[in-house]
């Protein structure tokens, strides 16, 4: 069973921090990080290189990288005590380190001969290639844990022994040859698509947020969120949410944006009144959200543009209304549990002062809209938009240190050092976190070269025939499986692995039952479902970070955390059922607010219903109606197109939504005298 120490050793797995180093293995390790830095930044500005060597070098370093800094076990066991070696690099380790970069790169030393010989490898290519998938699965295991290579290895056997199933599952099967050839030496597999989106510009957003968070982003969130909502009933809370989505927005990952924000907002939740357990449950959800967060969410939602085949910006737009509906109820679960509490706001004496804190952090701001103003005004490809984001993070920093020195009387020298070391840091830092994105990818590549073999459509016949040709059905099976498969697996690759399976399946047999479901709307649907697996118990490894900080205990955390995430499942659904939330085929901006305006009014309704409380607490006749009008909010068309004039009717049913939700209010506000005097 998983426990609190487990919980303290995932949170130094993901810093990269469970193996400590001697002086010339520090050393080691900060080259290759630093190196892996330098090639990707040289790779958006200047270095011009085939797209299949990039995505080779990439894994190299990964690889490498992986096994000089995380043990075989992360765990001590009694009789492997040699796998659980964590004061310095076993030699072991070391040939693992080596062994895995040459077999990565071996496709950029031979690349020429390789495309000679292309679906015709010889026996070294086949050695080579073998060499790699084991030594990538178990680079996966050690970062991520045994379900994606499990994974990877239930679809290998299965791709060689189809002819020997069942009719059902029979499958022609294929040979060694083939599978590593596809596997190993092509971009059908571990090169394909998720680990070259990882190359070209997951890094760059992960290097990103890693300088931010060195240079001290992460506090100034934090601090500014404090100074202007900590005041306020459940402020500590709100903060957190606030805080929480600014800092996920560059992290990508659930368990970093604990890292970042958790060790500080959750001691301010428990000092006003939330119980331990609630107040890691809203850090747990905040942090978890943070991946839907635009502009600049997780490492799948760059993979989600190269198979969705659109620009970057198409992905925000159609994420945009979703995530701050998502945020905004939260926002309110921490409002409605503050007033169930009965928790005030923070003393001024613990607040920030708002124009100091945002004076003393207002440069961390401009790294962030030269990122905008390139990816939304300029129009320029993400990877470029990260670099000069980049570039201008390196001047924001040396000016910080430049500063900060001089003020302390050291000198400007002083502080140029200074920037150089935290700049060197952030690159170590962003290389340590981005190990486990890179290698999901690679991984997962396997499942998707083995599914583009041919057992891809059979996959997506059982699926279909389990859901019996029932899209609500479909859209349930799938979020199911992507929750079980996300308890063991990073986002990414939960997403990679759904969507290659049954993405397609939700567009057509939504099409049959009369559902025109965008395509884009069937992959952020995946995407949805594989981010909530991080809460999602028994084991929800986001819940488990954030019980070690709140000493909570760790199910108990992660079963509030993903009832205050059942919100987000419900947009995930609403949106596949109405692509109007994702703005499908919407381009005028009073259209879009007034749809964000409705989803806002229903997230309210619906989080009132389920938290049992509005201005007061519910009757429990009151709950249906409160469900009805974030019903019609939310989906408005279910009704109107079964009424005349679609678009003056539409208006019409979104009148009657409200009117149901205020009138429910209205009717607790005439009663909440009488209400307090109860409670009193």
Same mark, same amino acid.
């Given at each position: 069973?998983?426990?609190?120490?487990?919980?303290?050793?995932?949170?130094? =797995?993901?810093?990269?921090?469970?193996?400590?180093?001697?002086?010339?293995?520090?050393?080691?390790?900060?080259?290759?990080?630093?190196?892996? %830095?330098?090639?990707?930044?040289?790779?958006?500005?200047?270095? /011009?290189?085939?797209?299949?060597?990039?995505?080779?070098?990439?894994? @190299?370093?990964?690889?490498?990288?992986?096994?000089?800094?995380?043990?075989?076990?992360?765990?001590? *066991?009694?009789?492997?005590?040699?796998?659980?070696?964590? +004061?310095?690099?076993?030699?072991?380790?070391?040939?693992?380190?080596?062994?895995?970069?040459?077999?990565?790169?071996?496709?950029?030393?031979?690349?020429?001969?390789?495309?000679?010989?292309?679906?015709?490898?010889?026996?070294?290519?086949?050695?080579?290639?073998?060499?790699?998938?084991?030594?990538?699965?178990?680079?996966?295991?050690?970062?991520?844990?045994?379900?994606?290579?499990?994974?990877?290895?239930?679809? &290998?056997?299965?791709? !060689?022994?189809?002819?020997?199933?069942?009719?059902?599952?029979?499958?022609?099967?294929?040979?060694?040859?083939?599978?590593?050839?596809?596997?190993?030496?092509?971009?059908?597999?571990?090169?394909?698509?998720?680990?070259? /989106?990882? =190359?070209?510009?997951?890094?760059?957003?992960?290097?990103?947020?890693?300088?931010?968070?060195?240079?001290? @982003?992460?506090?100034?969130?934090?601090?500014?969120?404090?100074?202007?909502?900590?005041?306020?009933?459940?402020?500590?809370?709100?903060?957190?949410?606030?805080?929480?989505?600014? &800092?996920?927005?560059?992290?990508?990952?659930?368990?970093?944006?604990?890292?970042? &924000?958790?060790?500080?907002?959750?001691?301010?939740?428990?000092?006003?009144?939330?119980?331990?357990?609630?107040?890691?449950?809203?850090?747990?959800?905040?942090?978890? +959200?943070?991946?839907?967060?635009?502009?600049?969410?997780?490492? %799948?939602?760059?993979?989600?543009?190269?198979?969705?085949?659109?620009?970057?910006?198409?992905?925000?737009?159609?994420?945009?209304?979703?995530?701050?509906?998502?945020?905004?109820? #939260?926002?309110?679960?921490?409002?409605?549990?503050?007033?169930?509490?009965?928790?005030?706001?923070?003393?001024?004496?613990?607040?920030? /002062?708002?124009?100091?804190?945002?004076?003393?952090?207002?440069?961390?701001?401009?790294?962030?809209?030269?990122?905008?103003?390139?990816?939304?005004?300029?129009?320029?490809?993400?990877?470029?938009?990260?670099?000069?984001?980049?570039?201008?993070?390196?001047?924001?920093?040396?000016?910080?240190?430049?500063?900060?020195?001089?003020?302390?009387?050291?000198?400007?020298?002083?502080?140029?050092?200074?920037?150089?070391?935290?700049?060197?840091?952030?690159?170590?830092?962003?290389?340590?976190?981005?190990?486990?994105?890179?290698?999901?990818?690679?991984?997962?590549?396997?499942?998707?070269? /083995?599914?583009?073999?041919?057992?891809?459509?059979?996959?997506?016949?059982?699926?279909?025939?389990?859901?019996?040709?029932?899209?609500?059905?479909?859209? #349930?099976?799938?979020?199911?499986?992507?929750?079980?498969?996300?308890?063991?697996?990073?986002?990414?690759?939960?997403?990679?692995?759904?969507?290659?399976? &049954?993405?397609?399946?939700?567009?057509?047999?939504?099409?049959?039952?009369?559902?025109?479901?965008?395509?884009?709307?069937?992959? #952020?649907?995946?995407?949805?479902?594989?981010?909530?697996?991080? +809460?999602?118990?028994?084991?929800?490894? @986001?819940?488990?970070?954030?019980?070690?900080?709140?000493?909570?205990?760790?199910?108990?955390?992660?079963?509030?955390?993903?009832?205050? +995430?059942?919100?987000?499942?419900?947009? =995930?659904?609403?949106?596949?059922?109405?692509?109007?939330?994702?703005?499908?085929?919407?381009?005028?901006?009073?259209?879009?607010?007034?749809?964000?305006?409705?989803?806002?009014?229903?997230?309210?309704? !619906?989080?009132?219903?389920?938290?049992?409380?509005?201005?007061?607490?519910? *009757?429990?006749?009151?709950?249906?109606? !409160?469900?009805?009008?974030?019903?019609? #909010?939310?989906?408005?068309?279910?009704? %109107?197109?079964?009424?005349?004039?679609?678009?003056?009717?539409?208006?019409?049913?979104? %009148?009657?939504?409200?009117?149901?939700?205020?009138?429910?209010?209205?009717?607790?506000?005439?009663?909440?005298?009488?209400?307090?005097?109860?409670?009193?």
């Amino acid at each position: 069973m998983l426990n609190k120490e487990f919980a303290e050793e995932l949170l130094k =797995a993901e810093t990269g921090a469970l193996r400590s180093f001697r002086g010339h293995e520090q050393a080691l390790v900060g080259i290759i990080a630093i190196g892996w %830095a330098v090639f990707q930044l040289l790779l958006a500005s200047v270095l /011009v290189l085939d797209s299949t060597k990039t995505r080779a070098i990439h894994l @190299a370093f990964a690889m490498a990288l992986l096994f000089l800094t995380l043990p075989a076990l992360k765990l001590p *066991r009694k009789h492997f005590r040699f796998l659980y070696i964590t +004061d310095r690099i076993p030699v072991l380790d070391y040939a693992f380190a080596i062994a895995g970069a040459l077999s990565a790169l071996y496709i950029v030393f031979d690349y020429q001969g390789l495309a000679m010989r292309a679906g015709v490898p010889l026996a070294r290519d086949m050695i080579m290639g073998t060499v790699l998938v084991i030594l990538l699965l178990e680079a996966a295991r050690r970062v991520i844990g045994p379900a994606l290579p499990v994974i990877a290895i239930a679809f &290998t056997l299965y791709a !060689f022994l189809g002819p020997y199933m069942p009719d059902l599952f029979a499958f022609k099967g294929v040979s060694a040859r083939k599978y590593l050839s596809n596997i190993t030496l092509t971009t059908e597999g571990i090169y394909g698509i998720p680990l070259g /989106v990882s =190359a070209s510009i997951v890094y760059l957003f992960v290097l990103l947020g890693s300088l931010l968070e060195k240079a001290g @982003a992460g506090n100034f969130f934090t601090n500014l969120a404090l100074s202007v909502l900590g005041k306020y009933k459940g402020g500590a809370a709100k903060a957190a949410v606030v805080s929480s989505a600014a &800092t996920g927005m560059v992290s990508g990952s659930s368990i970093a944006n604990i890292v970042t &924000t958790g060790p500080f907002t959750i001691p301010l939740m428990k000092k006003i009144g939330y119980p331990a357990k609630k107040a890691a449950a809203v850090e747990v959800a905040a942090s978890t +959200d943070g991946q839907l967060m635009p502009p600049i969410m997780g490492a %799948a939602a760059f993979i989600i543009a190269e198979y969705v085949n659109v620009p970057y910006l198409e992905v925000v737009k159609a994420a945009a209304i979703p995530a701050f509906t998502s945020y905004f109820g #939260l926002f309110c679960i921490t409002h409605l549990e503050a007033c169930k509490l009965g928790i005030k706001g923070l003393s001024k004496e613990d607040l920030p /002062v708002f124009v100091q804190t945002l004076l003393g952090g207002i440069h961390y701001i401009i790294p962030l809209a030269t990122l905008l103003y390139e990816l939304v005004w300029l129009r320029h490809s993400p990877e470029m938009s990260a670099f000069r984001a980049i570039m201008v993070l390196f001047g924001v920093i040396f000016f910080q240190e430049i500063k900060q020195a001089t003020k302390d009387g050291m000198g400007v020298v002083t502080g140029i050092k200074k920037g150089v070391r935290l700049i060197a840091e952030g690159m170590i830092q962003g290389s340590k976190n981005m190990v486990s994105v890179a290698l999901a990818c690679a991984a997962a590549g396997i499942i998707v070269g /083995v599914v583009n073999m041919g057992i891809g459509g059979m996959i997506s016949q059982i699926v279909e025939s389990l859901a019996m040709g029932n899209i609500y059905l479909l859209l #349930l099976i799938t979020a199911i499986a992507s929750l079980l498969l996300g308890m063991g697996l990073p986002t990414t690759a939960t997403y990679i692995v759904m969507a290659s399976l &049954t993405a397609p399946i939700i567009v057509e047999v939504g099409g049959i039952y009369g559902f025109a479901i965008p395509i884009m709307s069937a992959h #952020l649907f995946c995407f949805y479902f594989g981010i909530l697996a991080d +809460d999602t118990p028994p084991v929800g490894l @986001a819940a488990y970070a954030a019980s070690a900080i709140a000493g909570s205990k760790p199910i108990a955390t992660g079963i509030q955390g993903f009832l205050y +995430d059942i919100r987000t499942s419900v947009i =995930a659904f609403l949106f596949v059922l109405n692509p109007e939330l994702i703005l499908h085929n919407i381009n005028s901006w009073p259209h879009a607010l007034f749809i964000f305006a409705m989803a806002l009014i229903a997230m309210s309704a !619906f989080e009132c219903a389920a938290q049992g409380w509005c201005l007061t607490r519910n *009757r429990w006749y009151e709950v249906p109606f !409160f469900l009805l009008a974030s019903f019609i #909010l939310f989906w408005p068309g279910a009704i %109107a197109s079964r009424l005349p004039m679609e678009l003056p009717s539409k208006y019409l049913v979104f %009148a009657l939504g409200l009117a149901i939700y205020l009138c429910v209010v209205l009717a607790q506000k005439l009663r909440m005298p009488t209400a307090t005097n109860e409670t009193t």
